[in-house]
Each structure stands twice: as C-alpha cells, then as structure tokens.
C-alpha cells in the first residue's frame, strides 16, 4: 500500500474542503516533491484525485440546498471542452517549464486571493439592483436571470479554468468561487458547493483525455491519496463553517506563495 500518500491526500482535500477550490494547487507539488511523482503523471493523479475529492464534499454540500445546478452545469459544460485543450498543450511544454509555469499561476492565485478576498458573509445569494451589481442579474427571489450575456460569460469563465485543469492538473476552484461571486451574484457559501460540482466534472474530462492519450495513473497511489483527501475535505468544510471567508482566503494566500517559492528554488537549482 502507497500509504504514505495519505497525509499529502489530507493537506490537499483539508485545503478543497477550506476554500471550495485551490486545494488542488498543493497537489502537484506534494506529489512531485513529496511522493517523487514525474511531473506529467502528477497531473493524472491531481485530476482523479481532486475529482474524487470535490464529489463527496459536492454531494455533502447539495444535502443543505447550497448548489444551483443549472449555474454549474453552464460553467462545467465549457470547462468540460477546455480541460482535453489544457492536457493536450502540457503535452508539448517541457517539465521544467511546465512546473515553472506553475509556480507562476500559483503566484497569481495568491495574489488575487489576497486582494479579492471576500467579506465576511453566510450569504447564499448576494443583493444586486437593476443598475449596479454583475453581469448576470437575479431577480427579487434570488433565481438567476438566464441571458445570451450571462451565459456567454460563464462559458468563457468556464473554458479558462478547464483548460487550466487539464494543463497543471489543477481543480479550477480558485477562479470558479471568485467568478460565481462576481459574475452570478453568488454568495459564498453557495459558490463554494457550486464549485465543487464543476470541479468533479471538468475533473473527469480531464481524467478522460489524460487515459486516451496513453498516459497512465497509478491506481494504487491514487485510491489512497483520494481516501486521505476525503479526510481532510470533510475536517476543511467543518471548519470552513467557523470561520470568516477573509481569514481563509488569506491565509491560504500566504502558504501557497511558499509552495510557489519552493517549487521555483527546487526547479531551478536541480
């Protein structure tokens, strides 16, 4: 048994269950790093795990009502095309690149979780009016208002963060919370399940294509990885509760610009 998979599983699904998204950006690194993984199996893993991952925490959260299909399906939809793109192009990039490559999207990342942190809030749906507000409205109900602007919007959103995935192995969480808030009038909490669910999707897509393409993964180093990723999901979202989402969000900024930091020395001095 690849137990010692286990505890790198925990820090990833901790971090997923935390945030809803992101934990996967700690999933590569740990399996490089720590699991001595080759770079482009890493990605393999990172998919099926995080996919695994996001369906428990998606379904744990679609018990309390705090998932709006529709809103997530649209966004997966376009994720679901962009995750073989994503896969397809790391193909051709070489491993030092592609984990330098990454360490730069992780800066980012933590960049804009810092500066875009959300407020303190349990809203499920965050209060807009005719003239202020996001691109995609909702009405005094809470129910989105379908438009060819809003919809159009989310595909694009969703087309980014899949070819995101299928490039670094990455969830796509942290675009997908900060855009369901911005763009759809989300509240938090309700981003946070809605992310979940893409993730699972864009997740599968990407597993898909990494298989067709004749890569394998290591089902043995998977199964436990994923199991020590339910783990931590379920302890994150428990703890997620307690919290303020500015206290998650920056905090989180901070430990991955030191993963970042490390996979950049490690990259360059070997």
């Known amino acids: 048994m690849e137990l010692h998979a286990l505890l790198p599983g925990v820090l990833v699904g901790f971090s997923l269950g935390l945030t809803g998204g992101g934990g996967a950006i700690f999933a590569v690194p740990l399996l490089v790093y720590w699991l001595h993984v080759a770079p482009r199996d890493a990605v393999g893993v ?3 795990a995080v996919a695994a991952t996001s369906l428990i925490g998606f379904f744990a959260r679609w018990r309390k009502g705090l998932v709006e299909i529709p809103t997530g399906l ?3 939809a376009a994720g679901m095309l962009g995750a073989p793109l994503g896969g397809w192009l790391s193909s051709y990039i070489p491993d030092p690149v592609l984990l330098l490559s990454f360490s730069g999207l992780m ?20 209060p807009c009016d005719d003239d202020h507000g996001p691109t995609c409205r909702r009405d005094p109900e ?8 809003c919809a159009s919007l989310l595909m694009v959103v969703g087309l980014a963060t899949g070819v995101l995935s299928g490039m670094f192995g990455v969830g796509g969480g942290f675009v997908i919370v900060p855009a369901l808030i911005a763009f759809s009038g989300m509240g938090m909490q309700r981003a946070v399940g809605t992310s979940l669910m893409v993730i699972t999707l864009i997740g599968v897509s990407g597993v898909s294509f990494h298989l ?11 199964g436990v990885f994923v199991a020590g990723g339910i783990l931590g999901l379920l302890a994150g979202q428990r703890l997620a509760l307690r919290l303020s989402g500015t206290t998650l969000q920056r905090t989180f900024a901070i430990a991955i610009i030191f993963v970042a930091m490390f996979v950049i020395t490690k990259t360059l001095w070997t």
């Open 46 to 48: 990172s998919l099926a």
């Open 74 to 76: 649209i966004f997966a």
């Open 107 to 126: 800066a980012v990342v933590a960049w804009r979780m810092w500066n875009k942190s959300p407020q303190p809030t349990l809203n499920l749906v965050m």
């Open 142 to 149: 809470g129910k989105l208002r379908w438009t060819s602007r």
């Open 212 to 222: 067709l393409g004749g890569r394998e993964i290591p089902l043995q180093l998977t």
